[in-house]
């Protein structure tokens, strides 16, 4: 008979925080300036993340940072602003939408979340 892989436990410290922004996609987002892109139309930027986090909840009561990035990602991929700045920067990769979605998601978490 087999034993079940053991369960995994989360330290009590544990905030329950797992962004997938890791610091490389962090400095690339730097290196492609869309960190800057960010910072000059924050406002933008948030109310597509509060646009995301309203609908999101909506369906998930219990939400954490990667279930709001989902649906911001798909707004991402439809917003000309954000597809303009690709095309002028020839940032093909698919990526770029996932990576700057975590990016917003990061930088405005408590407030989305209420904390």
Known sequence: MRSSPPRLVRPAWFCGNEMALTQRKLQDLKDASLTTLLQDDMAAWKAKAKHAYTA???YIKEIRPDDVTALLIA????TPEFRNYLAKKKLKQKYWSEWFAELIVDRVW???NGG
């Open 56 to 58: 999101t909840h909506a």
């Open 75 to 78: 707004e991402l991929e439809v």
């Open 110 to 112: 408590s407030e989305l």
